[in-house]
């Protein structure tokens, strides 16, 4: 008999290809045993029997400069099962990208509950792209760009996408891209403005599916070029998965991510939020709902990220004027339980793909974290089968006001979070150290 510093005992372990009940034995920050031995025995036993054991969340995507700081951010990313954050640390135009992911480490290390890596995002790619063989360097291999938001400022143009892309390809990582085709975006929105039209019925005319469609098939051709693999961040409709498919099936390098709010709710059903819905892509109709889950059942789409991007705003501000972005992060794992596994639209076994070892895979994390498995991180979710909840702003940990999700009732509740190890949430309890998350390195692609 072993001793353990904790052990999970008869709880039904989900992997990609089976769930299993068994036990599992941690040491160290790692998963030292997994297996059915009902004899293993440590300081700490955490009883998970009729409940299911998953590897912890990694969230590909998360803004953390809104309402929620990388510290707050973290925090509520741990009550949503979330063990491993991936920030896009944004360099805005004069800004140099290599500070810039320095400033984000730093405040990471000295405040993180859990652990981070980073994706750069450059505004200005054609200036800030010659720094990304230092940015690799300081562990961070992913770079995102903009092919939308022109009038903002924000957009990447071809040249400049070819330009990154050659670097990044040369270099050794990724480039993500936002895939839309800004300056068609940018028109049809000039166009509604000059019609005095109602931006909140008509938001979706303002994020059309066949622009994300054409600028993913772009973005994939350019990486073609350029031989640099490419991620698609935030896929949010019907005709961008039927390029994504045709791309894919042609054998072209590019993983695909959607968003929960796409795969829950409809512009129809979200519009009565007014502001608060807004969310770059918009959320589509119930046809580009279906589509997202089918696409995830085939293996088209790879991962799923939150967009976590918590802003200021009330639901009767100007439409136009609001910023775009929504609390996600605490809410991503229950939603895709309830809308995706009790409803039968996904596999417990495909969620856990999604959800972390995928991710883990495409963003070079992997087998250190993104599955239960010996010698990887004990980063370990407890999910209560039978426990209905219903989401509302009070019982989120967000600085934000609102959530998207309120009133929405949940058959399934995160009971244990586990962070290397530590205990860091237990039902509503919270134990972590500011501090305690680890800056992890990526090698994506
Ligand atoms: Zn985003």
């Not at 050659?166 to 940018?186: F, K, W």
Request: net charge negative; glycine share 10%.
């Amino acid at each position: 008999m072993k001793g353990y510093e904790t052990v999970i005992k008869g709880g039904k372990i989900v992997y990609p290809e089976k769930t299993v009940k068994g036990n599992i034995g941690i040491k160290n920050e790692k998963i030292e045993y997994i297996g059915p031995d009902d004899s293993i025995c440590g300081r700490n036993t955490i009883d998970a029997g009729g409940k299911y054991v998953l590897p912890g969340v990694i969230d590909p995507h998360t803004h953390p400069v809104y309402l929620d700081n990388i510290k707050g951010l973290s925090k509520t990313a741990a009550f949503g099962g979330v063990t491993t954050v991936i920030h896009y640390a944004y360099a805005k135009p004069g800004k140099s990208l290599a500070a810039t992911l320095k400033d984000y480490i730093k405040e990471g290390e000295a405040t993180s509950y859990i652990d981070f890596a980073l994706h750069g995002g450059l505004f200005d790619a054609g200036k800030q792209a010659d720094e990304i063989p230092e940015a690799v360097e300081l562990g961070v291999t992913s770079f995102k760009m903009f092919m939308a938001y022109a009038k903002l400022g924000w957009m990447t143009d071809d040249y400049a996408l070819a330009g990154a892309m050659d670097i990044i390809g040369r270099t050794g990582g990724m480039a993500c891209l936002h895939a839309e085709n800004g300056l068609v975006i940018d028109y049809i929105q000039d166009k509604l403005l000059a019609e005095k039209a109602d931006f909140k019925e008509r938001f979706p005319e303002t994020s059309p599916d066949i622009a994300e469609a054409e600028a993913i098939f772009r973005a994939v051709q350019i990486g073609r070029l350029m031989k640099c693999p490419v991620y698609i961040p935030h896929i949010s409709s019907g005709e961008g998965v039927k390029i994504l498919k045709y791309l894919k099936d042609e054998g072209c390098k590019v993983y695909a991510e959607t968003c929960p709010h796409y795969l829950s709710l409809t512009w129809d059903e979200l519009k009565a939020m007014g502001s608060l819905g807004k969310v770059g892509p918009s959320i589509k109709t119930d046809k580009d709902r279906i589509a997202l889950w089918d696409a995830i059942g085939e293996g088209y789409i790879d991962t799923i990220g939150s967009d976590h991007a918590p802003k200021d705003k009330k639901a009767e501000d100007d439409f136009f004027a609001a910023p775009y972005g929504t609390p996600e992060i605490e809410t991503m794992l229950p939603v895709l339980w309830e809308f995706g596994v009790n409803r039968g639209r996904l596999a417990i076994n495909r969620l856990v793909s999604v959800l972390s070892e995928n991710t883990a895979k495409i963003m070079g994390l992997f087998p250190q974290k993104g599955r239960l498995d010996t010698g990887s991180d004990a980063d370990i979710v407890i999910i209560d089968p039978d426990e209905e909840w219903t989401i509302s702003q009070e019982n989120q940990h967000s600085n934000a006001a609102y959530t998207l999700f309120e009133g929405k009732t949940i058959l399934g509740r995160i009971k244990k979070v586990l962070s290397r190890g530590r205990l860091i949430v237990d039902n509503s309890g919270f134990s972590a150290e500011s501090g305690s998350g680890k800056f992890i390195k990526t090698n994506a692609g």
